[in-house]
C-alpha cells in the first residue's frame, strides 16, 4: 500500500526544459536509471516521481521530443535545491543524449479530477485493478468516482508490466492534494500513479 505522505512534507513538480532529438517510446525504465544515477536519492523518497515526458503522437520509433519537451519530477518541496544542480546536465537515455535546462517549480492544486497517465496492476484483469485501486483509495481516506480507461504495458528488463490509465473526480480538496502527494500503487519512477489536473472525466481511454 502506498504510504501516506506528511502534510508537512509539501509536494511540488519541478519541470525542466528538455533539448534533445527523440526518445524511445518504451522509455521509462531507462529514464528512471539515468535520473537515478545522477541523483540517488530518487529511489528511496517516498514523494519522488517522474512524469511520463510527453512525445510527438505517431508511429515513429524512436519517437521524437518537440521543442517544448519537458521532464517533470514530483518531489518533496525541500528538494529543489537538489534538482537546481541539474540545470545543464547530459543525461543519456537509451542511448539517447538529453540536456536539461533551468528547472521552476510548479505547485500542486487541489483540483477535483485527477488523471493518472498510467498506474501500475497486478494483471491486464480490470475488475481486479479497479479492486485493488479502491482498497488503497480507502486507506488513504480518499473517495471520490473512479473511471478505469486505457490498458497498456510497460516493458522492464524484457518483463511485461501491466497499466492502465484512471481518473478520479469529485474529489474533496484536502484528498485531491493526499492523493497528488502519495500517489497510487507502485512504479512512481517509471511515471505510474502520478495523477495532475483534468478538466473532465471525457477523456479517461485518452
Not at 28 to 50: K, M, N, R, Y
Not at 94 to 122: K, M, Q, S, W
Request: proline share 5%; aromatic share 4%; charged share 20%.
Amino acid at each position: 500500500m502506498t504510504p501516506l505522505i506528511d502534510i508537512g512534507d509539501e509536494a511540488i513538480d519541478v519541470v525542466f526544459p528538455l533539448e534533445g532529438q527523440a526518445l524511445p517510446r518504451g522509455h521509462a525504465h531507462a529514464l528512471q536509471q539515468a535520473l537515478c544515477a545522477v541523483s540517488p536519492w530518487l529511489e528511496t523518497d517516498p514523494v519522488a516521481g517522474i512524469h511520463p515526458v510527453k512525445l510527438v503522437p505517431g508511429s515513429a520509433v524512436p519517437a521524437l521530443l518537440s521543442r517544448r519537451a519537458r521532464l517533470l519530477l514530483r518531489v518533496a518541496s525541500r528538494r529543489m535545491d537538489d534538482l537546481m544542480a541539474l540545470a545543464g546536465i547530459e543525461l543519456t537515455v537509451a542511448g539517447h543524449a538529453l540536456r536539461l535546462g533551468a528547472p521552476h517549480r510548479h505547485e500542486l492544486i487541489p483540483h477535483r479530477t485527477l488523471y493518472a497517465y498510467r498506474v501500475a496492476a497486478d494483471s491486464a484483469d480490470e475488475v481486479a485493478f479497479m479492486a485493488a485501486v479502491a482498497e488503497e483509495l480507502a486507506g488513504m481516506a480518499v473517495g471520490g468516482e473512479r473511471v478505469c480507461g486505457k490498458h497498456q504495458t510497460l516493458e522492464v528488463d524484457g518483463n511485461r508490466m501491466d497499466t492502465f490509465s484512471l481518473m478520479l473526480h469529485a474529489l474533496a480538496p484536502e484528498q485531491s492534494l493526499r492523493l497528488q502527494r502519495s500517489g497510487l500503487r507502485a512504479h512512481r519512477l517509471m511515471g505510474c500513479g502520478i495523477f495532475v489536473a483534468h478538466k473532465s472525466a471525457a477523456a479517461v481511454g485518452a
